[in-house]
C-alpha cells in the first residue's frame, strides 16, 4: 500500500498534471487587453499586435531600430554628486539610485545619450528612460544633455531628443529645477551653430521635462496616443473641477491643435527622422543655386 501510495501515485500524478506556462512568455495588452505572445511583442517594437497600442519602451531596445544596421555608439553621462541633498524619504536616495542601476541593464541614470550613422549621416540622440526612476530629470540628466548637445555641435551633427518623463526629480530638489535652464541653454547652442534639434514626444512627457528642453525643438513628433502636458489631466480635473474634452493631452488632441506637427507610428520613426534631417541638413538647389535651410 505504501508502494502505490509513495511511488505510483506521484508518478501518475506529474504524467497527468497541467504543466504551468511561464511568466515570462506572455504579457496583456494595456489597452484592448489581449494577450501577446512576448517575442512577436519585442519584435514589434514593443507596439501591440492587435491594436497598435505603443507600450514604453526602454532606450537600449529602441535604439537598434533608428540607426542603420542597429550600429551606434554609447556615451557615459558625466560624473555628478550623488545623493548631494542626502535625501530621506521611504527610502534613501543613493538606495533608490542603486536599485535603479540594478535593471537599468548597464545604464547609469534616466538618460541615454548615444551617436551613430542615420541615413548615411552621423546623428546624436538624447533618450529619456522612463523605466529608471520615472525618466526624472536630476543633474545627470542636465549634465548629459548638455554633453549630447556639444556633441553635436563638435560633430555637426543634429541632436534628437527622445523625451519619456514624469519632470523634475524631487529628491534633488532646487538642483533638479536648474536643469530646466541648463538644458535650454544646451539646446540653444545647438540652434546658434545652425543645426536641427528634433523631438520625439513619447508616453508620458510632463513635469520640467516638458517645460524646458521638450518643446524647444524645430519639429515636434509624438508617438500615438502619448500623454504629452505639464500637470497630467487629473490634476488639472480636479484642479479646475470641470470635464475635460476627450483625449485631452494625448497626442492626436495636440496635433489637432496645433502642439505638435506629426503623430508618427514607432515603425516609421525611422524613416521620418531621416527624411527631417536630410531636409534641414542638406542644401535644397535652385535655379543652380544652392540655398541653406533656415533652421529656428
Not at 547609469?108 to 546623428?123: E, F, N, Q, W, Y
Request: one cysteine or more; proline letters at 5%.
Amino acid at each position: 500500500m505504501n508502494w502505490l501510495t509513495n511511488f505510483v501515485r506521484p508518478k501518475l500524478r506529474a504524467l497527468v498534471a497541467r504543466k504551468e506556462t511561464p511568466e515570462n512568455l506572455w504579457l496583456k495588452c494595456q489597452k484592448c487587453e489581449q494577450m501577446l505572445f512576448m517575442r512577436d511583442w519585442e519584435a514589434n517594437q514593443e507596439v501591440c499586435t492587435h491594436c497598435g497600442h505603443h507600450m514604453r519602451i526602454r532606450p537600449l531596445k529602441r535604439l537598434p531600430y533608428l540607426f542603420d544596421e542597429g550600429r551606434y555608439e554609447l556615451h557615459p553621462l558625466p560624473r555628478v554628486t550623488v545623493d548631494p541633498l542626502k535625501f530621506r524619504h521611504a527610502k534613501r536616495y543613493d538606495a533608490q539610485l542603486k536599485e535603479a542601476q540594478a535593471k537599468a541593464q548597464g545604464t547609469t541614470d534616466a538618460l541615454v545619450v548615444s551617436s551613430g550613422p542615420m541615413g548615411g549621416r552621423i546623428a546624436i540622440m538624447a533618450l529619456l528612460d522612463f523605466g529608471f526612476m520615472g525618466g526624472s530629470m536630476g543633474t545627470a540628466v542636465g549634465e548629459g544633455l548638455v554633453m549630447a548637445a556639444d556633441l553635436a555641435v563638435a560633430r555637426k551633427a543634429p541632436l534628437i531628443a527622445f523625451s519619456a518623463s514624469g519632470g523634475a526629480r524631487m529628491q534633488e530638489g532646487i538642483l533638479s529645477l536648474m536643469q530646466l535652464t541648463r538644458t535650454t541653454v544646451a539646446v540653444r547652442k545647438v540652434k546658434e551653430a545652425g543645426l536641427p534639434y528634433i523631438v520625439v514626444l513619447t508616453d508620458p512627457t510632463t513635469g520640467g521635462v516638458s517645460a524646458s528642453f521638450a518643446m524647444l525643438g524645430d519639429v515636434h513628433i509624438a508617438e500615438p496616443d502619448a500623454i504629452i502636458g505639464f500637470a497630467g489631466p487629473r490634476v488639472i480635473q480636479d484642479t479646475i473641477r470641470q470635464e475635460l474634452p476627450a483625449g485631452f493631452q494625448r497626442s492626436e488632441y495636440l496635433l489637432e491643435h496645433g502642439m505638435v506637427d506629426a503623430v508618427v507610428h514607432r515603425h516609421k520613426l525611422r524613416e521620418t527622422l531621416i527624411g527631417l534631417t536630410s531636409l534641414f541638413m542638406d542644401p535644397v538647389v535652385s535655379d543652380g543655386r544652392g540655398l541653406a535651410v533656415a533652421v529656428r
